[in-house]
């Protein structure tokens, strides 16, 4: 357990800089903060922060992972394109592979990732990179 008298170190994002949120509309995150956080709990690593388009969640879903449907049951309003959304890094790489990789807001894009895919390949996608 942590010693909550130590400061916590803030989270870092792929570029090494302070982890930025990614959505509030619609809520995301593993704990629902609105950020690409993750901890050991999070055995997904829901750590990229993505933009959605109409050909990734199609694949999302023909992959089994349905992220277009509304889920009220769960308070999940469903995506449609252009939404911000912290995906798996594993199923980020995996539409990466199949050639449906959504884009990434690096900036917003938890360095864990990094665990399950290639920053050259994130960097591919990315929408702040100038």
């Keep these: 357990m942590r010693d909550m008298s130590e400061p916590q170190r803030p ?3 792929v570029l090494g800089g302070t982890l930025q949120i990614c959505s509030t509309r619609p809520m995301t995150g593993f704990f629902r903060d609105g950020c690409c956080n993750t901890g050991p709990q999070d055995r997904g690593s829901h ?3 993505v933009v959605t388009t109409e050909e990734f969640l199609a694949y999302s879903k023909r992959a089994g992972n ?3 449907t509304p889920m009220p049951e769960y308070g ?3 995506l449609t394109p252009g939404d911000s959304w ?5 199923r980020w790489q995996q539409a990466f592979e199949a050639g449906a990789a959504p ?3 690096l900036a917003a894009t938890h360095e864990g990732a ?8 994130l ?5 702040d990179l100038m």
Aim: proline content about 6%; aromatic content about 6%.
């Design 11 to 13: 989270a870092r994002n």
């Design 47 to 49: 750590t990229v922060c």
């Design 66 to 68: 349905d992220l277009s």
């Design 114 to 121: 990094l665990e399950h895919t290639a920053l050259a390949d």
């Design 76 to 78: 999940f309003p469903g």
């Design 123 to 127: 960097k591919k996608f990315a929408v």
């Design 103 to 105: 884009k990434v807001v």
């Design 86 to 90: 912290c995906l798996c890094a594993p």
